[in-house]
């Protein structure tokens, strides 16, 4: 039903926030606070931006199955990758959500190890003066 900073705007449901309309920070995490799901089903291969907002927010993913997301679930574990148009059945989903606090944490950590912008720029300067280093380069 969304929050009720969203309510105003048009949007009424639990799809995916920034591909409907463009929330400022504390609305759109107020949103995906609320949220227990979400789903995502593109054919295209790549994380898209949504995800990762919605993995840091504790929301359990429902993807396609695509290369780009195995990365960031296994299947039945920390979320479901559907196989083509096929969604996955209450039963599917009912130890998925008996685990949703468990699940919630370890992807909002997972976010925060590998998808935060400015560590992850970090490292990878990091790496490249020990690379530098290792060739004798200042």
């Given at each position: 039903?969304?929050?009720?900073?969203?309510?105003?705007?048009?949007?009424?449901?639990?799809?995916?926030?920034?591909?409907?309309?463009?929330?400022?920070?504390?609305?759109?995490?107020?949103?995906?606070?609320?949220?227990?799901?979400?789903?995502?089903?593109?054919?295209?291969?790549?994380?898209?931006?949504?995800?990762?907002?919605?993995?840091?927010?504790?929301?359990?993913?429902?993807?396609?199955?695509?290369?780009?997301?195995?990365?960031?679930?296994?299947?039945?574990?920390?979320?479901?990758?559907?196989?083509?148009?096929?969604?996955?059945?209450?039963?599917?989903?009912?130890?998925?959500?008996?685990?949703?606090?468990?699940?919630?944490?370890?992807?909002?950590?997972?976010?925060?190890?590998?998808?935060m912008f400015a560590p992850c720029v970090a490292?990878?300067?990091?790496?490249?003066?020990?690379?530098?280093?290792?060739?004798?380069?200042?």
């Open positions: 039903t969304g929050c009720e900073n969203c309510s105003g705007s048009g949007y009424r449901g639990r799809a995916g926030l920034y591909e409907l309309l463009q929330l400022d920070a504390a609305t759109q995490a107020q949103c995906y606070a609320r949220a227990r799901w979400y789903i995502s089903q593109p054919q295209s291969d790549s994380v898209a931006v949504s995800v990762l907002e919605a993995l840091a927010q504790g929301c359990i993913p429902l993807l396609s199955d695509l290369p780009a997301n195995h990365e960031l679930v296994r299947c039945g574990d920390n979320g479901w990758l559907a196989q083509g148009d096929e969604l996955p059945t209450v039963e599917q989903l009912q130890p998925l959500l008996e685990r949703a606090e468990a699940i919630a944490a370890a992807n909002h950590a997972w976010i925060a190890g590998h998808a490292r990878f300067l990091d790496r490249l003066r020990a690379l530098d280093a290792e060739a004798g380069r200042p």
